[in-house]
C-alpha cells in the first residue's frame, strides 16, 4: 500500500458503505469522505438523503468533504457519455483540492460501484488522472453474497427510494433483512429486479453497522405518485450512546 490518505466516495447508502467498512477493515487509512450533492437526477450519483451523509460521518468518525455542483440537468442529457464526464467534474476538482491538502496526498479511493460500468469506468479514469488507486470490494461480486455479508456484518439498511414493478410503496422505509432479500430474488426472477437495485430500482441508507458509533433514527414521511416513491425525512438524529 502506498503512503497517503485513502478517500471514501460517499453517499450513505449500502454500498459506498460497505465499500468503506471493507477498506477500514484492510487497515487503510481513510482520512475523509466525500458526498457529491447533485442537485435533481444525476448519472453518476446517488440522489436522495445524501444530507444524511454529514450524520453518518458524524458516527463513523471521520471528517466529511461536501461537493455542491450545480444543477447537472440530467433530465436534457442528449449525450449519456459526456454528461457521466461532466458530472465527475466537480467531483475531481474536490479531490485536488485534498491531495494538495493532506501531507501525503491521496493514495486511493473506495467506490461502491457492483455492475455498473458506465460508473466504474469514469472513477478509474479519474483515479489514474489522479495517480492514486482504486479500491472497488463489490465489483463483479455475487449481489445476494453480497447482501448477506452486509447483514451478517450487521448493517442496519433502510430503504428509502423505489422505482421498479414490483416494489410499492410499502417498501419505502422498510428495513432490508433477509425476508426482503428473499423477496427481490423472487422480484429478480420475475421482473429483472436488481437484488442490489443497481439498476436504480431502489435506493438505500445505513442507519447503523459496525463502522458506527451511533445508530441514525429518522423521522419521514412517504411521498407515491403510482409507480414511484420516496421517503421525506422531516428529522433525522445520532442516537444517544448506550449505557
Avoid: C
Amino acid at each position: 500500500m502506498t503512503d497517503g490518505a485513502w478517500i471514501s466516495l460517499f453517499s450513505g447508502g449500502k454500498d459506498s458503505s460497505w465499500a468503506l467498512y471493507r477498506a477500514l477493515e484492510r487497515g487503510y487509512p481513510v482520512e475523509r469522505l466525500v458526498t457529491v450533492h447533485p442537485e435533481g437526477d444525476s448519472y453518476m450519483y446517488h440522489v436522495p438523503a445524501t444530507r444524511l451523509a454529514s450524520l453518518a460521518a458524524e458516527s463513523i468518525g471521520i471528517p466529511l468533504v461536501e461537493v455542491e455542483p450545480d444543477d447537472f440537468e440530467a433530465d436534457d442529457a442528449v449525450d449519456s457519455g459526456q454528461q457521466g464526464d461532466e458530472e465527475l467534474e466537480p467531483l475531481e476538482a474536490a479531490l485536488r483540492e485534498l491531495d494538495a491538502e493532506l501531507p501525503d496526498g491521496i493514495a486511493g479511493v473506495t467506490a461502491g460501484a457492483v455492475e455498473s460500468e458506465y460508473q466504474t469506468t469514469r472513477i478509474e479514469a479519474m483515479a489514474e488522472r489522479l495517480e492514486a488507486n482504486v479500491f472497488a470490494p463489490l465489483w463483479q461480486e455475487n449481489p445476494r453474497d453480497l447482501a448477506d455479508a452486509m447483514l451478517d456484518a450487521g448493517f442496519e439498511i433502510r430503504i428509502i427510494r423505489v422505482a421498479a414493478y414490483g416494489l410499492d410503496e410499502s417498501w419505502l422505509g422498510r428495513r432490508l433483512d433477509a425476508d426482503a432479500l428473499d423477496e427481490l430474488e423472487a422480484l429478480n426472477e420475475e421482473y429483472g429486479v436488481h437484488i442490489l437495485g443497481e439498476g436504480g430500482e431502489f435506493e438505500t441508507l445505513v442507519t447503523d453497522g459496525p463502522h458506527m458509533d451511533r445508530r441514525i433514527e429518522l423521522e419521514y414521511e412517504t411521498e407515491w405518485d403510482g409507480s414511484r416513491g420516496t421517503i421525506v425525512v422531516e428529522d433525522a438524529w445520532l442516537a444517544e450512546d448506550e449505557p
